[in-house]
């Protein structure tokens, strides 16, 4: 299968897929200096920032990865065509985390250059790994319930949870270490966030 | 007609897996927030700690603000929390100087007496310089300082320490067993004892009632298109009022429920305290409490979740109700306490105690409750009509019924 294939698998995943999703993104990182301060920050009120605003894109872009075959026929269309959905999904998967990054290194970029002091490849990666982690369990959870209203809600009550009770059950898992000085977490969500997108794909993968 | 519809959309709900998810969440959010949550008895001379409190006092609410201003004032850089994320503001130098002179007309100290206090703290102690209380200048009225701090507020664009709404909390310290004691007969005389648990368990609950109820609502109003029963339902004779309020009210009294069943776990320890501490209880409040507090909120929420999903079919009141909780989460953070629920959807009030907060925020907590229920009402109304709109081959942005118009014409 030639790399022009997979190409045109994204190009058609930009151009009809997510460009909603996309300008949803670009919308809540743009307002975010209405809602809170994004510059002269210290390295906590950066941390807070990043994990907890900039971190629910993630949420936003990921699990719309099933949605084009949300309908059982065309699920079972795609199904039936040479290439194997499962890599469909990967492809525009990939694509989408790539855009993540590209607009959190923006983010990242616009802070620095508004005076906020944080040490940046390392508050880069921790708020990716959060992102990546919030929306890789909205995208686990569509795939097993056939429900993007359901890949929506459980990210979302994560992060309620983590914002009501801290690290006390979370531990590992706590999505917010970043703000205590802590980067521990975020390796293991790292690692959740690749094993949930795969169950995720390989649950939708096998509902063909 | 309409008992039939609102019992078979109730049966619909229970049926359905976000439900229980909902339902699920409910449970685990009031277990780890609510459930180590022991009953108050009566506090003893000699405990090691009362708790803290806000006090009322004018002079410890006016030092302690002046404290936070001369140290805000002297590094040039201040704190706001437009929606409970900190924003550093730095002030022009015009508006600087205006802050200086306030600084200077509410503790009586020149900008170099000012200076020289703050290098003087700067240099002995380590820590938080908030925690720095300022003497007022003598016969500084209360009403003054407040004048003061609200143009202070201003220029700073709200959202700082000195906003009205806010300066309650800078008068936060440790109570003395007169206070908790004090504290204590109000919960057990005024609250009934089950009053102030039950406004603690709205606290909570109304946190996450500010967007499942979303899910939910998208969800089935989502159901239709997916099952392709959308066009065969349009057609039916039931009016669309009835078949969008009864599933409006399904809803409503199925996301109640859990609550309900929920509240008897907390009302029967508050039971057995006050049966072995001979207290008159509420046996009412957890319900007066889950209709007057938390109702209004999970109305909005299901009427906005309803509305844009049948106006876009769409999953977008996620998202829209998504942000409205964020900012409004986020915003309530600085009235945690009580008393300053002005307008927020998810009004706090993070404690049992804080009676006299609560009675004197009561009318402002009334007003929020009522404006949202007439909001919800009025959405409901809309997506009737929408609802109604859209069974006459209108309004269909992604259906069947305006591609069959399209091709026709």
């Given amino acids: ?208 | 007609m309409f008992g039939q519809l609102f019992l078979k959309e109730c049966r619909e709900t229970a049926r359905s897996l976000i439900y229980w998810i909902l339902v699920g969440i409910m449970l685990f959010f009031f277990a780890t927030q609510l459930g180590e949550t022991e009953i108050a008895r009566e506090p003893e001379k000699g405990q090691e700690s009362y708790g803290m409190h806000q006090s009322e006092d004018p002079d410890v609410i006016m030092r302690n603000t002046l404290g936070t201003l001369a140290d805000e004032y002297y590094r040039e850089s201040y704190t706001t929390y437009p929606i409970g994320f900190a924003k550093t503001v730095k002030p022009d130098k015009k508006e600087q100087k205006r802050i200086g002179e306030i600084l200077e007309e509410a503790t009586g100290l020149d900008q170099g007496e000012i200076k020289k206090t703050m290098e003087e703290y700067y240099g002995s102690v380590t820590g938080l310089v908030a925690e720095m209380p300022m003497e007022p200048v003598d016969g500084l009225t209360y009403k003054r300082f407040k004048e003061l701090m609200k143009e202070v507020d201003e220029l700073l664009g709200g959202g700082s320490h000195y906003g009205e709404q806010y300066l309650a909390a800078n008068g936060i310290e440790p109570m003395t067993y007169e206070d908790a004691i004090k504290e204590y007969h109000l919960l057990v005389e005024k609250d009934g004892l089950s009053g102030g648990y039950a406004r603690l368990f709205s606290d909570y609950m109304v946190i996450i009632l500010g967007i499942l109820p979303v899910f939910l609502a998208t969800t089935r109003e989502m159901r239709d298109r997916r099952a392709k029963m959308q066009e065969l339902i349009y057609t039916r004779r039931a009016k669309s009022g009835t078949i969008v309020v009864s599933r409006y009210l399904s809803m409503i009294v199925m996301t109640l429920l859990p609550l309900f069943l929920l509240s008897f776990l907390p009302l029967a320890e508050c039971i057995k305290v006050a049966a072995s501490d001979g207290i008159r209880i509420d046996h009412l409040a957890y319900a007066k409490y889950i209709l007057g507090w938390l109702l209004p909120t999970v109305m909005i929420v299901t009427a906005v979740g309803m509305f844009l999903t049948d106006l876009t079919d769409t999953a977008a009141a996620v998202l829209v109700q998504g942000v409205w909780w964020f900012v409004s989460v986020f915003t309530g953070v600085q009235g945690i306490d009580g008393g300053a629920y002005g307008w927020n959807l998810i009004p706090r009030h993070n404690t049992e105690l804080n009676y006299k907060g609560f009675h004197d925020g009561f009318v402002q907590l009334v007003s929020n409750r009522v404006l949202y229920v007439s909001f919800a009402i009025i959405i409901v109304a809309l997506t009737v009509g929408i609802y109604s709109q859209k069974r006459r081959g209108r309004l269909n942005v992604r259906g069947k019924i305006l591609a069959d118009r399209k091709s026709k014409s």
């Fill in chain 1, 1 to 208: 299968m030639s790399v022009e294939r997979y190409w045109q698998i994204e190009k058609v995943n930009l151009k009809h897929n997510i460009p909603v999703h996309l300008l949803v993104c670009l919308a809540l990182l743009c307002l975010s200096p209405l809602l809170m301060g994004v510059s002269n920050l210290e390295a906590e009120d950066t941390a807070k920032v990043l994990e907890m605003y900039v971190a629910l894109i993630g949420i936003v872009l990921i699990p719309p990865v099933f949605l084009p075959e949300q309908n059982r026929e065309i699920r079972e269309l795609v199904g039936s065509k040479y290439m194997n959905s499962a890599a469909v999904y990967c492809i525009r998967l990939l694509g989408n985390i790539v855009i993540l990054a590209l607009f959190l290194g923006g983010y990242v970029w616009m802070l620095t250059r508004n005076g906020c002091h944080f040490p940046v490849v390392k508050y880069y990666f921790g708020a990716y790994a959060g992102m990546l982690f919030f929306g890789a369990l909205g995208l686990f959870c569509y795939g097993a319930s056939d429900n993007i209203i359901i890949g929506y809600m459980v990210p979302i009550f994560y992060y309620v949870a983590a914002v009501g009770s801290g690290d006390k059950y979370l531990k590992i898992f706590y999505p917010f270490s970043m703000v205590k000085d802590s980067l521990v977490e975020k390796g293991y969500l790292l690692l959740a966030a690749v094993v949930l997108a795969v169950s995720g794909i390989w649950l939708r993968s096998r509902k063909n």
